[in-house]
């Protein structure tokens, strides 16, 4: 009975679908267990680049492991995917390093916990998540990191990765 248990753990993780978002390589993969699904080119980060210190309107990309928290279909930016940002390492450094308040931190610590969506107006900022292009240039996306933190494919990227992205789903931002 443990092996069958051990063994339906196992299948159940090689299933899943998790993003792995390379800011250096500008790559998007979909993977599933360890297999390579889907990677997509040329995607756009924050114009300043990441960072595992980011700060309310600095236009860097936060680094870290997020879960897709909500959709929204009818954004500016074509489709917004939102990502359960900040992640509790970065609100333990905000807080070791007098950012954020212990209030604050808390509220981000009790959200995750449970399951949701933690606060997005807090020194840290908050909005972050992996959107299109909407009426965006397609040239300048693909010749400049132009997002406020975001991570960025175009329309047709976006619409292709929603086979696979769903509320849930993990995100690997590195």
């Known amino acids: 009975m443990l092996l069958a248990l051990i063994v339906?753990?196992?299948?159940?993780?090689?299933?899943?679908?998790?993003?792995?978002?390379?800011?250096?390589?500008?790559t998007l993969t979909v993977m599933r267990g360890t297999?390579?699904?889907?990677?997509f080119q040329d995607v756009a980060i924050g114009r300043y680049?990441?960072?595992?210190?980011?700060?309310?309107?600095?236009n860097k990309t936060p680094l870290g492991n997020y879960t897709i928290g909500w959709v929204n279909r009818d954004s500016r930016y074509y489709i917004f995917l939102g990502l359960t940002y900040p992640d509790q390492p970065a609100a333990d450094r905000a807080l070791q390093d007098g950012r954020i308040s212990e209030a604050q931190w808390q509220?981000?610590?009790?959200?995750?916990t449970t399951g949701k969506t933690p606060p997005q107006q807090?020194?840290?900022?908050?909005?972050?998540?992996?959107?299109?292009?909407?009426?965006?240039?397609?040239?300048v996306h693909q010749q400049y990191n132009w997002t406020n933190g975001c991570v960025a494919l175009t329309n047709a990227q976006m619409d292709q990765l929603l086979q696979w992205a769903r509320i849930g789903t993990q995100v690997e931002i590195r």
């Open 8 to 26: 339906s753990a196992e299948q159940a993780q090689a299933g899943s679908t998790r993003i792995i978002v390379d800011t250096d390589a500008e």
């Open 107 to 112: 509220d981000i610590r009790i959200a995750l």
């Open 49 to 58: 680049g990441k960072t595992y210190f980011k700060s309310q309107g600095d």
């Open 35 to 39: 297999r390579v699904v889907k990677t």
């Open 122 to 139: 807090t020194p840290l900022g908050g909005y972050i998540g992996i959107h299109g292009l909407g009426e965006g240039d397609v040239t």
